[in-house]
Structure formats: structure tokens, C-alpha cells
């Protein structure tokens, strides 16, 4: 069987490949662009094949999808940071939309049976009042950022084309997910780097944070890497599935249990560049509808979460790019 990874460089798609590579049996492709970065892969370069190609380009998009005929593909490729979303918000919306109906265009025209996995987000539920959580997938779309706009709009269009040509499209919605290797301008990481750099003397002991009010529902990318096989392997195309903790974490609180994972004396200051124009107060996952249709459950605990990540960076920072593979 084949599988093609989009953005197999990136945070998840070096955990999924690590995944679908122990469970064997399985050909590991994935995309990637001509300046990304390979030291999440570098471990694994002999095992999987490698396609370079631009998502936003029909005909490199085509190319890749005629040779490599994936049986399962895997659509992580995106701009998946909020912030940007507002500094460029075209290309957040060309990139992740676009790239999409080209890899859909290329399966359908080539009449491919492909199964496919579409990484949408919690953030398309945006504004959520406090009586609507844990939320269900039910619940009314009201995004608060360019970047969840782009979600959405992946998110319809894979029902779109479900609905129109059959295309097989599994649409995850996944609440935030972190561990090892989760890029550092995300809070879990960027928290856990600037106190790993602090424990190292290479800053002094204030860490910079932006709003600690919000609250967030977060699962190990690993589970994350389950759920996704999970949902190709037993979800019904055309649906939407909430991948969830099912428990909101204060933002604060996050912060404070990563301080208690360090032994040092930190003064927490508030940076302003760090708000945002308008941040989602709170989400709060109900994946009641996945685990009965897949059975999957998220089983590592966030404490040991947030004690790999801290140890990612502590590792990091000592030999780059020689972290522990977790
Ligand atoms: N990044 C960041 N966020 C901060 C900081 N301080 C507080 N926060 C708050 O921490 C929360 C989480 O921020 P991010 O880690 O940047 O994630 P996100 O905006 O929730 O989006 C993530 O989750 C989505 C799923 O819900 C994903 O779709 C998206 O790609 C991303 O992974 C937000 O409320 C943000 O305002 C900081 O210094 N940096």
C-alpha cells in the first residue's frame, strides 16, 4: 500500500511518517518545497521517497500524484501558524486552499480511488459561547481568522468534492496538538524553548508570553498520528470527525505546569506583540463522534506531553538538530 504525506517535513507529518513506517507494510511518499527544512526526516531519508513539489502549482501537483498512485494520502501541507494568517492573509488563503483543490483536481482527473485524510481545525469554530462546549461538530462556524477561513473553506471543499465527483475525503477537525518537535512560534513549544534557553543561561530568567486568559484542548501528536490512520482506515467519506482531549487547559495553567517541570525562578512578562487582533477564548473538543466510529482515544497524558517537549528543547539546543527521536 502507498501513502503520500503533504508537508511530510513538518511537525506532524515526521511523526506520521515514523507511524505508518513501524506499522510496515506500508510505502511512505511525501511531499515537500524546494526551501523546507529536513531535519525533522533526516532519520528516516532511507526509508521513505521523497516528491519535491509546490502545492499551489496544478502541474507539479498532477505530476506527483500520476507517478507516485497513493492508495492513502495524507493532507497536512498548509500555513497552519494564526498569526500569519494576519500579516499575510493571501497567502494563508492561496496556499492552503488552493493546494488543496489542486491535489483533488489531480485524483479526480486522473480517476484515482485515493483515500483522503484533510487536516482541517477547531479554529473554524472560532467564537464559541460557553454553553456550546465540549463542541460538537455541529456546532455553527464562526472563524476569527484568516487562517480559519482558510480551514474552513478546505473543510466544505472536501465535502464538496465528496459530494459532487465521490471522492473518498475524510475531513479531521484536530484541536491543538503538540510534542517533540512542534515548531517554536506555537505557545507549547515557544514556552518550553525559552525555558529550556533560560535553564542554559543563553536568556535571562523572563519568559515572554502573549495571552494567558485562553483555553485549549491539547493532544499528543502522537495520538494525533493514530487518529489520522484511524480515520482512513474506519471513517465514512464525506464526514468530519473532532480529534480531542476532551479537557481545556488555561493557557496560564499550561505555563505554570511547564515552570514546575523546571526547577528555576522565572518572572513571566506580557509582550504585546504577541496579542492578537482576536484571539478564540476557549476550545473544548467533544471527539465523541470519532471514538465510536474509530475506537481511537487519546492515551498519552499531557503531562508527559509537555515533559518530551521541554526535553526536545533541552536536547536541541544542546547538539541542534540531534534531539532524541520520541
Ligand atoms: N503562539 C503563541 N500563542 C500564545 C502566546 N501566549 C499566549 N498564547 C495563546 O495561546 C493560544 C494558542 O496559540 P497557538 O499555539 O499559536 O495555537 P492556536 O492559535 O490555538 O492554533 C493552533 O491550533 C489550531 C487547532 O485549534 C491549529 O489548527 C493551528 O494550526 C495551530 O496549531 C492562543 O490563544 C494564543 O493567543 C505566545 O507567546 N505565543
Given amino acids: 500500500m502507498k501513502a503520500l504525506i503533504t508537508g511530510i517535513t513538518g511537525f506532524v507529518g515526521s511523526h506520521l511518517a515514523e507511524y505508518l513506517l513501524a506499522k510496515g507494510q506500508i510505502e511512505v511518499h511525501g511531499s515537500y518545497r524546494l526551501r523546507s527544512r529536513m531535519n525533522h526526516i533526516q532519520h528516516l531519508q532511507s526509508s521513505i521517497h521523497l516528491t519535491e513539489c509546490e502545492l499551489k502549482d496544478p502541474h507539479s501537483v498532477s505530476q506527483m500524484i500520476q507517478s507516485v498512485q497513493p492508495d492513502l494520502i495524507f493532507h497536512l501541507a498548509a500555513q497552519s501558524f494564526v498569526p500569519t494568517s494576519w500579516n499575510s ?69 472536501g465535502y464538496q468534492y465528496h459530494e459532487s465527483y465521490g471522492l473518498h475525503v475524510i475531513r479531521t477537525r484536530t484541536f491543538n496538538h503538540t510534542g517533540p518537535r512542534r515548531g517554536e512560534n506555537f505557545v507549547t513549544s515557544n514556552f518550553a524553548k525559552q525555558i529550556a534557553e533560560i535553564e542554559l543561561g543563553l536568556r535571562p530568567p523572563v519568559i515572554h508570553v502573549g495571552n494567558l486568559e485562553a483555553k485549549r484542548d491539547f493532544t499528543d501528536v502522537r495520538d494525533v498520528v493514530r ?68 475506537g481511537w482515544r487519546p492515551e498519552i497524558p499531557f503531562e508527559t506531553t509537555m515533559k518530551d517537549l521541554l526535553n526536545y528543547w533541552r536536547a536541541e539546543l544542546r547538539t541542534p538538530g540531534e534531539a532524541p527521536q520520541a
Avoid at 484533510?118 to 487562517?147: D, F, M, Q
Fill in 89 to 157: 492573509p493571501t497567502e494563508t488563503l492561496v496556499n492552503n486552499i488552493a493546494g488543496q483543490v489542486n491535489l483533488f483536481e489531480a485524483v479526480r482527473k486522473q480517476g484515482l480511488s485515493s483515500k483522503i485524510l484533510i487536516a482541517c481545525s477547531s479554529e473554524e469554530y472560532g467564537l464559541v459561547h460557553p454553553e456550546e462546549t465540549p463542541i460538537k461538530e455541529t456546532n455553527p462556524l464562526r472563524p476569527l481568522s484568516p487562517y480559519a477561513v482558510s480551514k474552513v473553506a478546505q473543510d466544505y471543499l
Fill in 227 to 294: 487518529a489520522y490512520w484511524l480515520a482512513l482506515e474506519k471513517g465514512e467519506p464525506g464526514e468530519t470527525y473532532n480529534i480531542a482531549s476532551g479537557t481545556a487547559y488555561k493557557i496560564s495553567d499550561m505555563l505554570q505546569l511547564l515552570l514546575s517541570l523546571s526547577g528555576h525562578s522565572i518572572k513571566i512578562e506580557t509582550d504585546p506583540a504577541r496579542l492578537r487582533p482576536s484571539d478564540v477564548e476557549i476550545l473544548l473538543g467533544d471527539a465523541g463522534k470519532f471514538s465510536t466510529q474509530t
